[in-house]
């Protein structure tokens, strides 16, 4: 599950979903939605991806999530706003298999990993374990970092 999907980078990530997986994306927005459709009918077209039915784009908030308990083995999120990160932690978690895990990936001001400590306290609240951040999450240049996190 991508959270936020806004672009289709998570193209990156689809392909690794297995032959009896999907991949799913929601983004509170339908017109990025309807764009990241267009976007991802001409990846598959040029990548010959036989797996297009493998891949959901969903409207949708990401603070109310339509999946039942215990759905996703890996949740990928980016640049999400902190304004609702305890009701979108807690969301995670919820939908979040036992075993799973979660990466939040997001720009830092002059590189440093202010959003980080924020962003662990909200995911122990939400009942994460096994912390951790780092720079470096795959996507656009620049001074990226993430946390990764259990259920």
């Not at 193209?11 to 459709?37: L, P």
């Not at 780092?134 to 990226?144: A, E, Q, T, Y």
Request: hydrophobic share 35%.
């Amino acid at each position: 599950l991508e959270l936020g999907s806004g672009y289709p980078w998570y193209k990156i990530y689809s392909g690794k979903v297995g032959s009896s997986g999907t991949f799913v994306s929601i983004d509170y927005h339908s017109e990025i939605q309807s764009r990241s459709k267009k976007i991802l009918y001409w990846l598959n077209w040029l990548m010959r991806n036989k797996k297009e039915n493998q891949e959901e784009l969903i409207t949708g908030d990401v603070k109310n999530l339509p999946f039942e308990n215990e759905t996703f083995n890996v949740i990928l999120a980016g640049n999400l706003t902190e304004s609702s990160m305890d009701q979108w932690c807690e969301e995670s978690f919820r939908v979040l298999k036992h075993g799973g895990s979660i990466a939040i990936s997001f720009y830092e001001i002059l590189g440093l990993p202010l959003y980080s400590i924020i962003i662990t306290g909200y995911l122990k609240r939400a009942g994460f374990k096994n912390i951790k951040w780092r720079p470096g999450m795959p996507g656009p240049s620049g001074l990226n970092w993430f946390v990764s996190a259990e259920k």
